[in-house]
């Protein structure tokens, strides 16, 4: 009896020794699955608002997250961006918008500004054991506090390596994401920053971005007046009382050039709204 061997069976093999190494592959492969991201924002000159570290991690072994920012001015930046001092001695501006490790551990804030520095915070969340565990989590983690001087102008790079070391889900490689502070004329943290008290230009507010923009001008079609705030409606003559002006008109000028002694017509004392 001669064995004669199926059609396509060194195919067939060559594809599932490829399956077999894909699997195996995927998960022998050095993990990389964690990320924290510090927000992008703009503000005006003169104002606070909250910088938010993010952080993404997908069922990895870690059992806290360290979290260190520092701001850095670019080289044409002027004035100040710094995080706010806590009052009273009380660390009352870091905050944890977001827990990964719900009703477990604990969350420590750090608030250099106590020690001399505005420039540089943190915070520590773990979740209290130190047997770490699979963890998967998407979301804020905490909220820094800055402000702006009242002359600051330009961008802010907001860093999550400082010479304390990198930011970090405890254990597992992480990507890190600057963020940056830009401050100027046109940026904004409420509407109110934005408002220029005239009413017949239509209303500015604040978008998602930071930005100033204007809604659509209240009086679309009329006149505005901007002491009382308010729109009327523009008297134009029919098209049948543009004729009769017309035609009175025409007369007059008639008139006029047939008789030269007669005072020449006044058109200043006609006044046609339109």
Request: charged residues 15%.
């Amino acid at each position: 009896m001669v064995y004669r061997r199926p059609p396509n069976a060194g195919v067939t093999m060559l594809a599932y020794w490829a399956a077999v190494l894909a699997v195996w592959s995927a998960n022998s492969a050095p993990s990389n699955a964690a990320e924290l991201s510090v927000s992008r924002i703009a503000m005006p000159p003169n104002s606070t608002t909250s910088l938010v570290v993010s952080g993404t991690i997908d069922n990895e072994s870690t059992f806290g997250v360290t979290i260190l920012l520092e701001i850095i001015p670019r080289f044409n930046a002027r004035g100040l961006v710094i995080f706010t001092p806590a009052t009273g001695g009380q660390i009352n501006d870091i905050i944890q918008v977001g827990d990964a490790w719900p009703a477990a551990g604990g969350f420590t804030p750090f608030d250099t500004d106590l020690s001399g520095s505005f420039f540089l915070n943190g915070s520590i969340d773990d979740n209290g054991v130190f047997l770490p565990q699979p963890l998967t989590y998407t979301g804020p983690l905490t909220q820094f506090g800055i402000l702006a001087s009242d002359d600051a102008r330009g961008v802010w790079d907001v860093r999550l390596v400082t010479s304390f070391g990198p930011s970090s889900w405890e254990g597992v490689p992480t990507t890190l994401n600057a963020g940056t502070v830009t401050v100027g004329a046109g940026t904004c943290v409420v509407d109110v920053d934005c408002d220029d008290t005239l009413f017949c230009n239509g209303l500015e507010v604040c978008d998602a971005t930071g930005h100033c923009i204007a809604s659509p001008k209240p009086c679309v079609g009329q006149l505005c007046d901007e002491l009382p705030e308010q729109c009327f409606n523009i008297d134009v003559p029919a098209a049948s009382t543009w004729g009769l002006v017309a035609l009175a008109s025409l007369l007059l000028v008639a008139g006029t050039i047939m008789c030269p002694r007669q005072r020449p017509f006044d058109s200043t004392a006609v006044h046609i709204h339109n």
